[in-house]
């Protein structure tokens, strides 16, 4: 099965145990030009990958006594659509907003009023409590709230928090992002690949803010990233890594295990490992990357690639690798 370029890291605190980068960061079609090589620095767009991110960054304001997740979205957003979503809801796509609206018209993501329009005027697809992924919704809805709450744009918080590696903007380094799965694919009432590619290297990170699937990072830095989680004791961040919900999920038809912002793993094949990876959490990303961090064996995993298909084929090409990695970690343990 074809890759067209990627990068896997896995890192046990400080140390990255292993370190690989392959294949083409552009280039891999024909008639596109010179290929060019992926290196350790080439960074990705990693689409829902950064959800993860953008929880962390809602569990630190919690830990500082900023933010009640129990609370309604009206705290933060006084004009919210709905009145009595909390933020729990979002984090546990649970709050029945997916704004198809909106996430079908790509072409106003780039002005941040239209965003916040929407969050005030589209009506939720779902009752609250209806376990229904947020593709889009979750990124604007956290991220409206954290700037608000802070006062901060999110790209100068989480350069303050996080430091440059881990971008929600292009930065002139980035591979390119392929569709090479089929002509159809639907994901909340849109076809997912119609537009995917255009989507995702030149609106999404360019000329839009889509925090919830559009960062831009390495998977040394997302490995960094969950390897660091690791070894953080906070209360806030504990609850975020416990289940919350699982169920199966309205928008995309699978069964999951959710903390808040990050997708947890059980005992059944999973994009962690074919079995029993309940030790680990983190998130996916457009069926392409797959980051997390595993507490069996203390380690931050990143497998981040360039070549989106369907969710099939994801678990396919990244369960196979889960299971020697942590194998592999746990008999050098």
Known sequence: MRISGGQLVVQRGDQRVF???????????????????????TRFQVCSASKAVLAHAIARLEERGQIDIHAPVRRYLAEFVA????????????????????????????????????????????????????????GWILCEILQRITGDTLEAFSAREYGSDLAWRYCGLAAHTYWLGAESYLLNGANLADGFEHVNNHISGRTALVPGAAMYTTARALAGFYASILRDPSEPLARYTQEHTRGFDKITGAYVVLGCGFALGWRWPHLYGWWGSQSCFGHAGAFAVVAYADRAT?????????????????????????????????ETS
């Open 19 to 41: 370190d690989l980068a392959v294949g083409a960061a552009r280039g891999f079609r024909a008639g596109e030009g010179a290929s060019e090589p992926v290196t350790p620095e």
């Open 298 to 330: 203390g380690a931050g995993i990143a497998i981040v690639t360039n070549a989106s298909r369907s969710l099939t084929s994801m678990v396919c090409r990244f369960a196979p690798l889960g299971s020697a990695i942590r194998r592999a970690l746990r």
């Open 83 to 138: 009145p009595d979503v909390t933020v729990l809801d979002v984090l546990t796509h649970r709050s029945g907003i997916t704004l198809p609206e909106l996430s079908r018209h790509p072409d106003l993501w780039g002005d941040w009023r239209n965003v916040v329009q929407a969050l005030q005027h589209e009506a939720p697809a779902f009752s609250r409590g209806t376990l229904a992924y947020q593709p889009l919704a979750y």
